[in-house]
């Protein structure tokens, strides 16, 4: 079984928010009651982060990305009327490549979804930001 993650047992309250979190459903708990990454977690985890941006006792941290590299929510970025949003890259992927949603948002020729954000209330509160690379923009 693939290893990555690391969990800080004296930490863990063993509660399955990080399951909750992991959009590509990678992470099981194991008979040990602790989480544990799936048999396909190598090929479907994508280090999103956000199983570590959720967990409210810094308990788990990527093996790609440490939870220190994750920078703490500031009270003050709390959202409005209780409402979140979420860049959502599966479904942009799914926009770009999955030929009946394709066919179904008829783009003109030439053009491709750029970006894909959902908004609404958040089941989970986040504690943290996963990080991100800095962009690289070229201008012409």
Excluded at 1 to 6: R, Y
Excluded at 10 to 28: F, H, L, M, N, P
Excluded at 36 to 42: D, G, H, L, V, Y
Excluded at 50 to 77: T, V
Aim: charge should be negative; charged fraction near 15%; proline fraction near 7%.
């Amino acid at each position: 079984m693939p290893n990555l993650f690391s969990i800080d047992k004296e930490k863990c309250k063993q509660d399955g928010i990080c399951v909750s979190a992991c959009a590509a459903r990678v992470i099981e708990m194991g008979p040990d009651g602790f989480p544990q990454s799936t048999e396909e977690a190598a090929d479907f985890c994508i280090n999103c982060g956000h199983c570590m941006s959720a967990c409210p006792h810094g308990a788990l941290s990527l093996k790609a990305m440490n939870l220190e590299s994750c920078a703490a929510i500031d009270g003050a970025l709390v959202p409005a009327f209780g409402l979140g949003t979420c860049w959502c890259g599966y479904l942009m992927a799914s926009a770009n490549n999955f030929q009946p949603l394709v066919d179904e948002l008829s783009l003109p020729d030439g053009h491709k979804v750029c970006g894909a954000m959902f908004i609404g209330y958040p089941g989970l509160n986040y504690q943290r930001l996963p990080a991100r690379n800095e962009p690289t923009i070229f201008w012409r």
